[in-house]
């Protein structure tokens, strides 16, 4: 054997026992979070641990040269090469349980996970979620490793990305989303795979007759690992008292969350957990008990629904008490689960099986949090509000300029029932919206409007020309039915954004260029740039000029946009149309068009069909090409 070869396997082993929790650490960010925190951390480890090159005779290992810094030497740039790579090759791979084996350590009925961290560990997680690993790996390398850009793209390089200047192009965008300090907010527990908790997966739901067998195992493997990660070796009976004293008290109705009636008038938390118990049957512990069996171990025949990036996983701790009571014949109890950032909704008809229905809501606010479905029918549905809304109107955003009908609130928070928007594919007459009113003991009297796409909780929609305003109601009016298309996809909020306006040519009046964009509570935006000339009627659509996905485009992050589309005067005659943001000086065209102008919009005649490439020229120089190019 290569005496050589044999030193630097020697070498390796040294540095990945030395630098395990890190490297652990590195690949838990760069595998892709869509897979669960529990999966990652198991592939994590068993990633670093299979990064070990093998000595091969009369053959030299290749070396990665070293890199600056104090974790330069060979050793350990060979392995953190090895596990890099192994960790990128499982973006965009099928999720599936197979993509683990054989390659990750093996713990049966637990779920492992690191230590929960704050609001701006979770900001940063999702902003992670939403790059290419090739950025996350960018990261880890400034932040996890202490490497420069040149030596940091050294290695992305080696490691087989194939464009590491845009990865660390996006990497230094997605810096400046970590207000705290990205180094300081990825060396935290919320992204530590080696500390982390253990809860139990279904315990409820495993058969008597082996319970005791699987959960003594579960929990005799999980300390194995644990002992191994932390050099400690835990009592495997204290581990099992505590996994069963957690799971009783997450599933005991006596130990619900519940906030006081008047709790939300005087907090600076305004969001769901402010939010207090209400409806009749909140001291029915029977029918709690009932919903938070079926949460944690639903029949086989429950029906399941989730938002889009919603976990239906058990409650690791007592969730809070929303409501319990009888709607439309239907008992409903409703749970927001602040650890998990989620609503669960427990609907019990009188002679059918139950329902519940998850739906993420971390991060909520007055408004995001304002309200949430309580009932649905056919065609028509209920909200249950926030103790701090104190008037309620609906109003049909095709119709703008017809005033807004007041909207009945029950007692207990419920609405009399509103009409359901249209689905896709049904024909779009009206699109009925709610107006809530914040109370003025925490706000001036703030209006939102919210709108029904499919999920628990409704979407909020706002306008940068105010929320229920003449212009606002107007530009809602061509771009309502438009939101059919974001049913169930787990949306947040949608705006829209008039950011230019444009005298057309032949004296075509005058339009209005709007992007709207709507976040999901996952992160990841989607945007859609409309050109608003003059029409016939106050609901005709716009003009698409072009779409964008997992964008920060019309957001605080991606503030300039460019639009263009081709437009059809009176005369029959087509233009290019271009416009840009106000931070853009100059538009330029290229290709089948070739134009330019140093002001803010631009009309040049073009074939219907010509194609053209559109940027927009910032005053610092930046070029920003038109959504959709």
Known sequence: MDERTRADVERAEAALVEHYPRLVRLAYLVLPPSMGRHRRVLLAHGLVQRALPRARPRRRIRRLPAQRGPMGERGYGLVRLRTLRSALAYEGRPQGPAVLWPAVPVVWGLRLFPRAGGADELALDQALSAVPAAVRAAVGLWHLEGLDRDAARGVLAAAGVADPDAAQRTAGQ???????????????????????????????????????????????????????????????????????????????????????????????????????????????????????????????????????????????????????????????????????????????????????????????????????????????????????????????????????????????????????????????????????????????????????LGDLAPVRLTSSGGVAGAPALRSWARTACSLRALRGAGVRSVNNWGFARQSLPEDGGSADWVCTRADTWRGPGHVTVRLQAPAAGPAAPGLVAGRATDTAACSRFGRPVVGDVHWQAKSGKWYLLAAGSPEVAGIDATGGVRATTDGGTLAVPAAQHAQAEVTGRLRTGTRVRAVGS
């Open 174 to 452: 997605l810096d400046r989303v970590a207000t705290a300090g990205a180094a300081a907010l990825l060396n935290s527990g919320e992204f530590d795979p080696c500390t982390v908790q253990i809860r139990p997966t279904d315990l409820l739901r495993r058969r008597h007759r082996v319970r005791a067998a699987v959960a003594v195992t579960a929990v005799l493997t999980a300390g194995a690992l644990l002992a191994g990660v932390a050099g400690g070796a835990p009592d495997p009976s204290a581990g099992e008292s505590r996994l069963a004293t957690a799971a009783q008290q997450a599933l005991d109705p006596a130990r619900l969350l519940r906030t006081p009636n008047e709790g939300w008038a005087g907090t600076a938390r305004v969001d769901f957990t402010a939010w207090p118990a209400r409806g009749r049957e909140t001291g029915d512990q029977k029918l709690l008990a009932r919903a938070l069996r079926v949460w944690a171990a639903p029949p086989e025949d429950a029906r399941i629904v989730t938002s889009a990036g919603t976990s239906t996983r058990p409650p690791d701790r007592p969730p809070r008490l929303l409501y319990a009571g009888l709607i439309d014949n239907v008992m409903v109890v409703v749970f927001h689960d602040g650890g998990g950032g989620r609503l669960v909704r427990y609907a019990e008809p009188a002679e059918a099986t139950p329902t519940l229905h998850f739906a993420r809501v971390d991060h909520a606010d007055m408004t995001t949090g304002g309200a949430l479905v309580i009932g649905r029918g056919a065609g028509w549905m209920r909200y249950l509000v926030a103790p701090w809304v104190a008037d309620a109107a609906t109003r049909d955003l095709l119709a703008p300029d017809t005033p807004a009908r007041p909207l009945r609130l029950a007692p207990d928070g419920v609405t009399n029932r509103v009409p359901t928007p249209p689905e896709a594919g049904a024909a779009c007459g009206s699109w009925p919206v709610v107006q809530f009113q914040a109370s003025e003991r925490i706000t001036a009297g703030e209006t939102f409007l919210v709108t029904d």
